[in-house]
């Protein structure tokens, strides 16, 4: 089986410019969330989505939004990039939503965005 | 909110055993454990539940104390392969957003 598969893998953007991140989840998987690494924030949060519908969502500004499309792909899109939006950004799919005790993530490889 | 993992660092010699603790100031609905290699995305390795419990698979398992509001992830005869940042995940509530610790570095020398 196929695992989470992310593109673009790397992406250099300019300060202003905007950016879309997409994930394929694990086929069969309903639940894709989105995370963002940097080395001094560490692992943050971004958003969940289960069925084309937005469960959650992290402490970032309005310039990150996201979507899911019916076949359970998704979307992320960062807005008027910043300097500081520089990062590895990560997408996971699971089967279940994550209070179900068989719960299992598996993250894809990440997009690394660098903006000058 | 963010838990605060314990230790940082470690560096073990191949075969012994290490503890890596995670703590909130807030009762917990669930903790969630990863690996991540350099270089690597975040492994799942486990998730546990309020009410108590332990997991394990291998010799990695893990255990969550409501009171204390800390889960430990314990690693048993390490090995090389174990090596990675290992970071924990918190809900406070279900259906909640994961907060996640910063993560602690563990090194296994030969």
């Known amino acids: 089986k196929a695992g989470v598969t992310q593109t673009p893998r790397y992406l250099i953007k300019t300060r202003g410019q905007q950016v879309t991140l997409s994930c394929s989840p694990i086929?069969?998987?309903?639940?894709v969330s989105w995370y963002q690494q940097t080395p001094g924030q560490g692992l943050q949060f971004l958003f969940e989505?289960?069925?084309?519908?937005?469960?959650n969502k992290g402490n970032f500004p309005g310039r990150f939004s996201g979507r899911q499309f019916s076949n359970s792909r998704s979307e992320m899109n960062v807005s008027t990039l910043e300097l500081g939006d520089s990062a590895l950004y990560l997408c996971?799919?699971?089967?279940?939503?994550?209070?179900?005790?068989?719960?299992?993530?598996?993250f894809g490889p990440g997009t690394r965005l660098t903006v000058t | 909110q963010q838990p605060v993992q314990s230790p940082q660092a470690v560096i073990l010699r191949e075969g012994e055993d290490a503890v890596i603790n995670c703590s909130s100031s807030?009762?917990?609905?669930?903790v969630h454990w990863y690996r991540q290699k350099h270089g690597e995305a975040p492994v799942f390795l486990m998730i546990?539940?309020?009410?108590?419990e332990q997991k394990g698979h291998d010799k990695i398992s893990a255990s969550f104390n409501e009171k204390k509001q800390q889960s430990s992830l314990y690693l048993t005869a390490s090995q090389l392969s174990y090596s990675g940042t290992y970071f924990c995940?918190?809900?406070?509530?279900?259906?909640?957003?994961?907060?996640f610790g910063k993560g602690t570095r563990l090194h296994i020398l030969p």
């Open positions: 807030k009762a917990l609905y669930s």
């Open positions: 546990l539940l309020k009410g108590g």
């Open positions: 086929s069969g998987h309903r639940s």
């Open positions: 989505y289960f069925s084309e519908t937005q469960r």
């Open positions: 995940g918190t809900e406070i509530n279900r259906d909640d957003k994961i907060i």
């Open positions: 996971a799919s699971s089967l279940s939503v994550n209070w179900a005790a068989s719960y299992e993530q598996y």
